[in-house]
């Protein structure tokens, strides 16, 4: 179960990670009224790609291998948008 789960986390989070970059590239653009929630928008748009990438490519149809695993990778990229963007937004209403 650890196994097979891992593998597939890892393959959603490469897919995730370059889309969230992209995605935060796409909303900065915009206008930024609360910076927290732009950065866990991010993540979470990332961790969809992710999770439709996995549910494309996956072939192990356990439903609790895609509650754990699959819906895990979109978890996790919304809340490191989140975290990231509370400490972006911090160091930089300090500085101005």
């Known amino acids: 179960f650890v196994r097979h789960g891992l593998a597939c986390f890892r393959t959603g989070m490469a897919f995730a990670i370059p889309t ?3 995605f935060a590239l796409l909303l ?3 206008a930024t ?4 929630l732009t950065g866990a928008t991010a993540g979470g748009l990332a961790g969809l790609v992710g999770l439709v990438v996995l ?3 996956c072939p192990n149809l356990n439903v609790y291998h895609i509650v ?14 989140l975290i990231l963007s509370s400490v972006t937004f911090r160091r930089w209403t300090s500085n101005h």
């Open 55 to 57: 549910e494309i490519h």
């Open 28 to 30: 900065l653009r915009g």
């Open 68 to 81: 754990v695993w699959h819906v895990s990778v979109t978890f996790v990229c919304l809340a490191a948008g």
């Open 33 to 36: 009224l609360s910076p927290l």
């Open 20 to 22: 969230a970059f992209f």
